[in-house]
């Protein structure tokens, strides 16, 4: 006699914008340690110069000591001189693993100074760091070559940093995504910058600046993208333009919906509250105090 069917899991009941309002909520436990004060120091002691060339060298070193044009495809949305300049020179300057272990430094110092001793080996961190790595078990390196080489990395011991980890490897899982449907949607770098400054109210100029397009590609940029309806001639977003947006976006969440489907609607709830700012007045006590 067959057996009956098991239950549809727990998994099914995961929304593709469950792995967006997670990315939202969780991307300043990965994003705040290119801007905390601890990087420039630990990057100039190992060798590197500049904080491009710490930013560059630091997220990709887990791809090996390779070449200019990798960091441009997998990082996709800056100008390729400002890569060339910093890529390969911080090879030469000091060894991706040099580079990982100071870049863990600032993950670590940073942390302590803004979450106290206490904080870092709290019970709602251990918590969240176990959600966290619980959800990147469903990660696959496919496709996915930023969060491969992250992904070859050891994970560290301690809470904070094995939370820090994990967060990293589902945004970076996320990110090769989103880049694949860019390039599938024939959104190329700079044209993706302008798209993302009209749907999420980034100023343009700050975009344009710390990508480092120059104004003649960055006006190349918006023509292509006006004479493709996506853009009306005042540089606003067009109906075609948005649909064109959302349809990167959902296709997004999608391919980055494994992870949050491996974890389950009440884990990833859990981690959803975990992650949530604290409100205003207090009542955060259950809540990272993520930076931002």
Known sequence: MTEAPASAPETASVEPATARR???????????????????????????????MGYFASRSAPLGP???????????????????RAIPDAWARARPSDVLAARLRVVD???????????????????????????AAGCSPQGRPLYAGHAALDWPDEPHLALWHAITLLREFR???????????????????????????????LLKATRAWSDDEWGAAGARLVDAGVLSAAGDLTEAG????????????????????????????????????PERGGGGGRRLPLPR
């Not at 997670?22 to 904080?51: D, I, M, N, Q, T």
């Not at 110092?109 to 790595?133: F, I, M, N, Q, Y």
């Not at 090769?176 to 999420?200: K, R």
Request: charged residues 25%.
């Open 242 to 277: 948005g649909a064109l947006r959302q349809r990167i976006e959902d296709a997004t969440d999608r391919l980055a919906l494994a992870p949050w489907a491996e974890l389950g609607a009440d884990g990833c709830a859990r981690l959803l509250e975990l992650g949530r700012p």
């Open 109 to 135: 110092t940073a942390l302590r100074r803004l979450l106290g001793d206490d904080g870092v080996g709290s019970a709602e961190v251990t918590e969240a760091a176990e959600l966290a790595r619980r959800a």
């Open 175 to 205: 990110g090769d995504a989103h880049i694949a449907m860019l390039v599938a949607e024939g959104v190329g770098p700079c044209d993706a910058l302008q798209l993302h400054s009209t749907s999420w109210e980034f100023p343009k100029d």
């Open 66 to 84: 390779v070449p200019a044009e990798v960091v441009i495809a997998t990082f996709y949305n800056f100008a390729p001189g400002v890569v060339h």
């Open 22 to 52: 997670l990315w939202r909520a969780l991307e300043p436990l990965h994003a705040f340690v290119y801007f905390v004060p601890e990087g420039p120091a630990e990057y100039s002691a190992v060798g590197l110069k500049g904080a491009r």
